[in-house]
């Protein structure tokens, strides 16, 4: 089982400067808050190990951080452009992991190797914070991340981007939160979000959080979930699916036992309610599912494949040359 399998890491202390707000240059990366990665087996665990080589962001890329999307301190999204004043550009709204009480917008495995490869191309990427365990439980953290989405796309404009051609990613705590907003849109659109066009989870195993709660598992989720088989049902996905779903793409490890079943479990109900679900198996540790996603590779491409299926304005971006 997952439990006995993972291995077991340290975590180490969160470090990184300190972000300032306004719009910034990515020629100046002491203050552009990427802190350090941490450590850790487990599902849902906040980012671990910087053993990936670091792209150099875009040259000029430019940079507002730290734009609040409530009064919360954490309720603040940073928010990456183009060097060049683009129009009508599709945006990837990132939400990171961290077993619901870690982690970090600006965390290099969060944040390089996407913008690197996208804002390059034109793309706008912004990067949420939300509130954490204990302040709040995942319910409401799926709704800092539905008011983040709509203050996000409320600016878009002012920023050169479409508010329709938004796409939600989030990898591991942050996974499960965009595959509950996606699989039931109905409350982030009572909070002023418009219809987006789809969502990227990178390796959640906690689609079905029923399940893993009935089951042995971490107490990470029981930190997060509780005991109440109600709250289980809300928070989970796969209960909360309607034929009003969003398009979905699950990344998923092969190297860890749960992920691609959760994820293949929701891929079936979507299936059964003519909803649009994707499983993409990969041979890469649930780090790597996060970090390396960006890199020149088949996975990113596949990645990028069902993006650009979502909208033509999106292919044709994918599809666009870099600029340095």
């Given amino acids: 089982m997952t439990w006995v399998r993972a291995r077991i890491c340290l975590l180490s202390a969160l470090i990184g400067a300190l972000a300032f707000p306004g719009e910034l240059s990515a020629s100046e990366p002491a203050r552009h808050s990427l802190l350090a990665g941490l450590g850790s087996p487990s599902e849902d665990s906040a980012e671990g190990g910087e053993n990936i080589t670091r792209h150099a962001l875009p040259s000029g890329l430019r940079v507002f951080t730290d734009v609040a999307y409530g009064r919360a301190a954490r309720q603040r999204m940073d928010v990456y452009l183009p060097a060049r004043k683009v129009t009508g550009a599709p945006v990837i709204l990132m939400v990171h992991g961290g077993a619901w009480r870690l982690g970090d917008k600006g965390m290099r495995s969060v944040v390089d190797n996407k913008v690197a490869r996208w804002v390059s191309r034109g793309f706008i990427f912004v990067s949420t914070n ?39 990613m989030g990898h591991s705590a942050g996974a499960h939160l965009v595959a509950l907003l996606t699989a039931s849109p109905a409350a982030a659109l009572k909070q002023g979000a418009r219809p987006w066009l789809g969502a990227v989870a990178l390796d959640s195993a906690a689609f079905d959080v029923t399940q893993v709660m009935a089951g042995r598992h971490l107490p990470l989720y029981d930190r ?3 005991k109440d088989p109600a709250f ?11 034929a009003t ?12 036992a749960d992920p691609c079943p959760q994820a293949h479990g929701f891929e079936r109900k979507a299936a059964s309610l003519g909803v649009r679900a994707a ?26 494949a069902f993006m650009g299926s979502l909208d033509p304005a999106v292919q044709q971006a994918l599809w666009s040359r870099p600029v340095d």
């Fill in 245 to 256: 779903a969003y398009p979905l793409l699950a990344v998923c490890s092969t190297e860890r």
């Fill in 224 to 226: 997060a979930f509780g």
């Fill in 130 to 168: 939300y509130t954490l365990l204990p302040e709040a439980n995942p319910e409401e953290q799926a709704y800092d991340v539905g008011q983040a989405l709509a203050l996000a796309q409320s600016r878009a404009a002012e920023w050169g981007g479409d508010a329709t051609k938004f796409i939600l």
């Fill in 232 to 242: 289980w049902r809300r928070v989970s996905p796969l209960h909360q699916l309607s």
């Fill in 279 to 304: 499983v993409l198996e990969q041979d890469l540790s649930h780090l790597e599912i996060n970090q390396s996603l960006g890199l020149d590779s088949g996975y990113t491409r596949a990645v990028e």
